[in-house]
């Protein structure tokens, strides 16, 4: 079956961010009774930081780079210079842009966008050698989309300018030198010494092109298109890149799934055509999980095994996040503002899963676990009146629960609502905070260090 997607550019998310080393085991206040209790001395103090950091990465030899990408304030004010009268008219037709519309761009962007190592709890800024890599999509066809590099001392670093905005699809493995490009026609692998991308994806399917594919999908369901690439996910040892796809489907909202050898280039199929298709990710190094709300199993990408796993049925599943052979899965009663999340452990060989610890309340849909997989921190709020407004870091060993804005000694200090958070590593986290529109960045760590 064709999967029905809305034709868009492809684009990031921005997280505004900022260092937090934690000791974990602070004090936090009092939460749901499903919540484990907590008890601990340890206290954490906030330490400003100027650069507002938006994406985190961590290079082969353990330098950490912080990119201050341009903001939404940023980005409007550069959109008011390219189209000074604006970009649609009264009856809705696109308005050009200034002459030079690409080198204005390019400039301004250059001159806004930011990189810094992070050393202890200093930054330094690091220079950007800009570059253009060639690629594909189904809007625009053939394409010059502009990148970044950085260098930190023996680790080099590539990403997107715009990161957050940027015109494809972009994932990284940078411990392990990975760094894909991808949209919805085909996956690049750039190369960070040669600033230049390597195509991985094959253009043709049981020896036709894309573009005959497309009219047959066209002529089987005219409201449906050709998805070449969708989901792209890399494997943690960095061998495979697994995506979803509906060339090879004739039925309305199928989708297989296909993997490619980063070592050998071999690209075949992981998955026949089915629904419930989405990539969820990997949950060891051999392991993806697909569906989310439904049919949730684990296909081995070696042997293409498949193993059912043993979700409970509860009303609104969906599985949020795996890692490191733990899953994160929510629910929610009709008509209740406050989720559940589930922490368990999964059997890769059974499917069985055992619950480890759980929490509810105003909970953000998307928990993340820690580079190990060790801890997971989850955007949290009790009233929903006011939203997800803190975060709650679980301790997958200890069980328990720490809420950010309960375990900061100078609390007073951090001004607005813990909005944004991104793990460095396991006891490091990017945070931002958000009062009215401004946003302020903090380096958060124990005061016993």
Request: overall charge negative.
């Amino acid at each position: 079956m064709i999967m029905i997607m809305t034709r868009k550019k492809w684009s990031g998310i921005i997280v505004i961010v900022a260092a937090l080393i934690l000791l974990w085991g602070a004090t936090t206040q009092a939460i749901q009774a499903a919540n484990e209790p907590i008890s601990s001395d340890n206290m954490l103090m906030a330490v400003p930081y100027e650069e507002n950091v938006s994406n985190v990465m961590v290079g082969e030899h353990g330098a950490v780079l912080l990119v201050d990408s341009i903001d939404d304030k940023e980005y409007t004010e550069m959109m008011s210079i390219l189209y000074p009268n604006g970009t649609v008219d009264a009856q809705g037709q696109d308005i050009p842009g200034i002459n030079n519309l690409a080198e204005v761009r390019e400039q301004f962007i250059a001159e806004h966008m930011r990189a810094y190592s992070l050393v202890g709890e200093q930054t330094t800024e690091v220079k950007l050698s800009p570059f253009n890599i060639s690629i594909t999509d189904e809007s625009n066809g053939e394409y010059s989309s502009l990148f970044y590099k950085a260098s930190v001392g023996n680790d080099s670093f590539v990403f997107p300018s715009e990161w957050g905005n940027q015109s494809c699809g972009f994932i990284s493995l940078s411990e392990k030198n990975i760094f894909i490009a991808y949209t919805d026609m085909g996956i690049w692998r750039i190369d960070p010494e040669k600033m230049s991308a390597e195509k991985l994806s094959s253009d043709e399917y049981s020896g036709k092109a894309q573009a005959e594919i497309s009219s047959e999908i066209t002529k089987l369901h005219p409201d449906a298109y050709l998805t070449w690439v969708d989901g792209v996910k890399i494997s943690p040892d960095g061998n495979y890149v697994v995506y979803r796809t509906n060339r090879d489907s004739i039925e309305l909202n199928e989708t297989s799934i296909w993997e490619i050898d980063l070592n050998t280039g071999e690209e075949s199929q992981l998955i026949n055509p089915a629904y419930n298709n989405d990539i969820i990710g990997f949950i060891n190094d051999s392991n993806v999980v697909v569906g989310a709300l439904s049919d949730t199993r684990m296909i081995d990408v070696n042997s293409k095994r498949a193993v059912n796993i043993d979700v409970p049925k509860l009303p609104n599943l969906r599985i949020s996040d795996v890692k490191n052979e733990n899953i994160v899965f929510s629910s929610y009663e009709e008509g209740s503002s406050n989720t559940t999340a589930f922490i368990s452990s999964v059997n890769v060989s059974t499917g069985k899963v055992s619950e480890i610890t759980s929490l509810s309340g105003y909970l953000d849909g998307e928990p993340r676990f820690s580079p190990s997989g060790s801890k997971v921190a989850v955007g949290y709020g009790e009233d929903p009146m006011v939203g997800v407004d803190d975060v709650m870091f679980v301790d997958l060993s200890t069980k328990s629960h720490d809420l950010l804005s309960s375990s900061l000694q100078n609390a007073r200090a951090v001004k607005g609502t813990n909005a944004r958070f991104l793990w460095i590593d396991d006891d490091a986290v990017l945070v931002d905070t958000q009062h009215g529109s401004e946003h302020s960045s903090f380096l958060i760590k124990s005061q016993e260090e």
